[in-house]
């Protein structure tokens, strides 16, 4: 168990005499490199395992031919019925061209995998969800990313999954095939980067903002970049009672407000368009001018450090709220914006307090949608879904440096099923109607039963324990390195 030992005591191996920043970049370094190590000795994350009984050679001819034939017919007579009949029910497709991974930028069509195994992961040990990874390559023949490409793709796959989870696709592109594909998808389609973000963010400033003596409405909020995770948080926001008067967004050429023409002229940034006609009247076009007296900053942008300036920080109001949730490295560190008076400091990172990530909100959201069989996942449901988590942390207790649950709060997951169920009911959005009961009685079953299945693998030996060196090799060029 040493690899256990030395990850939950981290802290304690680096040198004495590291600066916290020497600290923080020997761990984003550490991670990387364990990373590698422990993709190469398992060769990946994800494996497809039977979860049915092979109990003599007859049941083959029952899981496949003659009997399977059965099946097939069943379905042509009922399309509906692959959603019982088949995994379908309980499948999702991780769909991304790889153009934009994490902080890398674009990766090829291959080198998006470890992120679309790592949702896998997360949806199937926190959701009780299979998930298949599917890079595609979206390249026209002038080697232009076309985002016709992957609508088509996936209008093509969708009659083999129960939804769709769009990851990694640039902007603008992104736009255009999320909200082509919510409409004309029989199945939901979600971009997790967009909606998920934007879910997970809008739940940790409810909570940063109660414990701040704050309002939605009346806070100022600045976001830094205006990729789709920002604008869609932004959105978000203002659909749940922020006030657009009191919102600025910035890109890489300044404030949005009404007079970029630039954005006006792009039809293809209609969604940063939108929020030009909506926030910022006053026209500020610069960071500096903005951020004096601002409540809030979210930030995600370009990785830091250094993105967001300590005097930034400095000159925002009392009680200040930080947001750096750039990935791998945050805009700012936590210790530097603490340094500078935040009150609150939010990361995507799990080895900081206060992890912003929309891990905590796609494997329930996915869940709850699935058994419902849902046909969309609507900003209602997302928002929904970011209130869900919200009111779940405050239950179980809220503080500056713990203002949202965690991946290892199992129930977490459960609930915000049952809610986001409830409401894709309410909004006619499901194909069947359970009770709030039997949605979460459901998902906290298929939950338990993925753990204690993980759990058995690895006692048993199916799943080995990498060995301690590739965590000493990780950990000693991280600390060379640092």
């Given amino acids: ?36 190590e422990a993709h190469r000795f398992y060769g990946g994350k994800i494996q497809t395992l039977p979860k049915c009984g092979l109990y003599g050679l007859n049941w083959f001819n029952v899981w496949y031919t ?31 061209d790889s153009t934009r991974v994490l902080g890398d930028g674009d990766c090829g069509p291959a080198g998006g995998l470890g992120v679309m195994e790592g949702k896998a992961l997360i949806m199937k040990y926190l959701g009780g969800v299979d998930a298949v990874a599917l890079c595609v390559d979206s390249r026209g023949p002038g080697g232009e990313n076309d985002p016709q490409r992957i609508i088509d793709f996936v209008k093509m796959a969708q009659h083999s999954f129960g939804a769709v989870n769009l990851e990694d696709i640039s902007q603008p592109n992104c736009y255009r095939v999320l909200d082509e594909l919510r409409e004309t998808c029989d199945i939901p389609v979600w971009h997790d980067d967009a909606q998920g973000t934007a879910c997970v963010t809008l739940a940790g400033l409810l909570n940063a903002l109660k414990l701040a003596g704050k309002s939605l409405a009346g806070a100022k909020i600045v976001l830094l970049g205006a990729g789709a995770s920002n604008t869609t948080i932004a959105r978000l926001i203002l659909a749940d009672g922020g006030d657009p008067a009191r919102m600025i967004l910035f890109d890489t050429r300044g404030g949005l407000h009404a007079g970029r023409e630039d954005i006006k002229r792009d039809r293809r940034n209609y969604r940063k368009w939108e929020l030009c006609e909506r926030t910022n009247p006053r026209r500020v076009s610069s960071i500096e001018e903005a951020i004096k007296g601002a409540d809030v900053l979210i930030a995600l942008s370009t990785p830091g450090p250094g993105t967001v300036k300590r005097e930034w920080v400095r000159s925002m109001a009392e009680k200040a709220i930080v947001f750096a949730c750039a ?105 069947i109607n359970l009770s709030w009961e039997e949605a979460y009685r459901q998902a906290g079953a298929d939950i338990a039963a993925v753990r204690t299945l993980t759990e058995d693998m690895r006692r048993l030996g199916h799943i080995r324990e990498p060995p301690a060196e590739i965590l000493e090799r990780a950990l000693a060029a991280a600390i060379e390195a640092g």
């Avoid at 239950?395 to 713990?402: F, Y």
């Fill in 1 to 36: 168990m040493i690899i256990d030992q030395n990850l939950q005591n981290l802290e304690r191996l680096f040198p004495p005499g590291f600066t916290e920043e020497q600290k923080a970049r020997a761990k984003t370094l550490f991670f990387k490199n364990l990373a590698v």
């Fill in 327 to 431: 990935n791998p490295v945050p805009e700012i560190w936590p210790y530097a914006a603490k340094e500078e008076g935040a009150f609150i400091v939010a990361t995507g990172r799990g080895d900081f307090p206060n992890q912003v990530n929309n891990s905590i909100c796609f494997p329930g959201i996915l869940k709850g949608a699935l058994l419902v069989r849902a046909k969309k996942i609507s900003d209602g449901m997302t928002i929904r879904c970011a209130h869900s988590i919200a009111d779940f942390s405050e239950k179980r207790g809220i503080g500056p440096d713990n203002i949202i649950a965690t991946m290892e709060e199992t129930e977490l997951f459960a609930v915000e099923a049952a809610d986001t169920a409830q409401q894709a009911v309410r909004e006619g959005a499901a194909r």
């Fill in 66 to 96: 003659p009997g399977v034939s059965r099946v097939s017919t069943a379905i042509r007579e009922d399309s509906g019925a692959s959603f019982a009949l088949s995994n379908r029910g309980n499948l999702v497709a991780v769909v991304s």
